[in-house]
Structure formats: C-alpha cells, structure tokens
C-alpha cells in the first residue's frame, strides 16, 4: 500500500499504457500485476474518435487509478494545456508532469518543470513531476508545491536501469517522508527490486513490459519482484 496525495493506491507498480501490441495483451498486462496507476498520454491518443473513445473505455474498466501525463511537451504552455485537458478528459486533478529539455534522451528541461510545477499546483493540480535525482531541482519541485518527486532511473525507453545510485540514496535520504517513484529506465524485474531497497515507495515503467515477449508475464515479474525488494527493506 501506497499513499499519494492522501489517496492509497494497493499497489507500488504503476504502468504505461503505450507501445502494447493491442488492447487485449495491455489489459493482460494489467491484470496480472496488479498495478495500481495507469499513465495515459493525453496528446498521443485521440479523445474523440471512435478508436480513441475505445482506449479511453478500455483504460476505465482496468479499475485502476488513471494518472494522466502531459508526455511529448516541450514547453511549460504545452505541458499546462495538456493538463488541463486531462483535468476535463478524467476529471481527476493528479497529473504526471512532463516539460521535455532534450529531444534525444527525453531528459526534463528543469526550469521549465519548475515553472509549470507552479503553475499548475496553483491551479489546484497534484503534480507527479517526472524529473532527474538532481537534488537541488528537487528541493525546487517541493517548494513549488509537489507532494511526490518521480526521479527516472535511466533515459526513457532505455532498460539501463539505476544509472546513479549515489544520486538516488542520496534523494531519498534527503526527502525520507515523501513518496519518491522511479519513473523510467527500467529494464528487468531486479533493477525494479533494487529501487525497493534503496528505499523507493513505487517503480513506473512502459517499455520494459510492453515491448516484452511477452508483456502479461514480464508485468507480472515486476509486481512480484516489487513485493520481494520491499519485504527485504521492511525485514
């Protein structure tokens, strides 16, 4: 069990919902692992067609809390009109922040999450920034009003899994009351395990189950591996 923004999610796996082979293996996928949260992109679905109006169906049903994310902005007026968007679209106010500051390893331009942060949390928005472990930007995104920090462990997409442990230990010990999330970057069920035990209260990832093999069963892997890193810290 898990607490953001005074909401408890069951689960500390939180899933994509892109890249899938099709709605069926995505549904699949949830089902088996049990995951909590699914992150939706408001710009790379249509809302209004009949495909898009099917996605959004299928996501309803999965029963699971819908994190929608402004993912493919660049700029913070990008990032704040997709997340307006996605407060009408969901009527939820949490929203997975995303202000993209380089085109090529997909790392957040932190001046324009900052700003955006702001932004929306005046707005009355609950932000999940998705961020570096860069501790000052990470003081900056608290004080800006965020109640959750989504450090990546490595570039989107990438699998490379926890690329600066030092850097990770060193946020969570600095912020050891609030829920911190691995957002991206991870590739095998063992670096999902690791985050557990460095402390991290949830794990994020897309491309590792969707593009799998098998996606039903690598999501399951994750949720399993999960539970085995955080029995190992609570022990």
């Known amino acids: 069990m898990?607490?953001?923004?005074?909401?408890?999610?069951s689960s500390r796996l939180m899933l994509g919902?892109?890249?899938?082979?099709?709605?069926?293996?995505?549904e699949q996928a949830f089902r088996r692992s049990g995951a909590g949260i699914a992150t939706v992109s408001v710009r790379r679905e249509a809302?209004?067609?009949?495909a898009g109006s099917a996605f959004w169906d299928l996501v309803r049903q999965l029963g699971v809390k819908v994190l929608p994310n402004t993912a493919g902005c660049h700029s913070v007026r990008e990032a704040v009109t997709t997340a307006q968007m996605a407060r009408e679209l969901f009527d939820t106010n949490w929203v997975k922040l995303e202000v993209i500051g380089h085109?090529?390893?997909?790392?957040?331009?932190?001046?324009?999450l900052v700003e955006a942060a702001r932004i929306l949390?005046?707005?009355?928005?609950?932000?999940?920034?998705?961020?570096?472990e860069d501790l000052v930007l990470c003081e900056r995104l608290v004080e800006a009003g965020c109640r959750v920090l989504m450090p990546w462990g490595a570039p989107i997409g990438t699998g490379l899994?926890?690329?600066n442990i030092y850097g990770l230990r060193s946020l969570r010990a600095h912020f050891p009351d609030l829920p911190l999330v691995v957002d991206a970057g991870l590739g095998m069920p063992s670096q999902a395990a690791h985050a557990m035990?460095?402390?991290y209260d949830a794990v994020l990832l897309n491309t590792a189950v969707a593009k799998a093999g098998d996606p039903a069963a690598m999501a399951e892997g994750f949720a399993r591996a999960?539970?085995?890193g955080r029995l190992g810290v609570e022990a």
């Open 103 to 112: 085109a090529d390893t997909l790392q957040p331009d932190p001046f324009g």
């Open 17 to 26: 919902t892109a890249l899938y082979p099709s709605p069926a293996i995505l």
């Open 47 to 50: 809302g209004t067609d009949r």
């Open 121 to 132: 949390t005046d707005d009355g928005f609950q932000v999940f920034p998705y961020c570096t």
């Open 197 to 199: 035990e460095l402390g």
């Open 161 to 163: 899994g926890l690329n």
């Open 2 to 9: 898990v607490t953001f923004y005074g909401t408890e999610v």
């Open 226 to 228: 999960l539970e085995a």
